[in-house]
Nanobody, 124 residues
Framework: QVQLVESGGGLVQAGGSLRLSCAAS????????MGWFRQAPGKERVIVAA????????YYADSVKGRFTISRDNAKNTVYLQMNSLQPDDTAVYYC?????????????????WGQGTQVTVSS
């Protein structure tokens, strides 16, 4: 089993930045695909960004390209999401997820382990 704990969410003004962290425990996830999803009130959970185990490949949803950066520190068993130029539409609960698979995973059904989520609220 893998446990994921997100941190770094909070309230920020439009144009501001936040960095989310997701610490994994239980197993080493250095070779696992990892991703960030978000769910806004009344909406489905959607992919934000994903990264391969080696960090050689990344994926971003069109809505966050150029503003968000996903990265990982395999020595710390941790994945990050740097979020810049935040907008009110970025308000959501952000979830970290992982699966023991290679490459980039973009579908929710492809992931196995999920964190509890961290709230990000962007005020206008």
């Amino acid at each position: 089993q893998v446990q994921l704990v997100e941190s770094g969410g909070g309230l920020v003004q439009a144009g501001g930045s936040l960095r989310l962290s997701c610490a994994a425990s239980g197993r080493t996830v250095s070779t696992y695909a990892m991703g960030w999803f978000r769910q806004a009130p009344g909406k489905e959970r959607v992919i934000v960004a994903a990264i391969s185990g080696s960090a050689s490949s990344t994926y971003y949803a069109d809505s966050v390209k150029g503003r968000f950066t996903i990265s990982r520190d395999n020595a710390k068993n941790t994945v990050y999401l740097q979020m810049n130029s935040l907008q009110p539409d970025d308000t959501a609960v952000y979830y970290c997820t992982t699966a023991p698979r290679v490459g980039i995973l973009v579908r929710e059904s492809e992931y196995r382990y999920w964190g509890q989520g961290t709230q990000v609220t962007v005020s206008s």
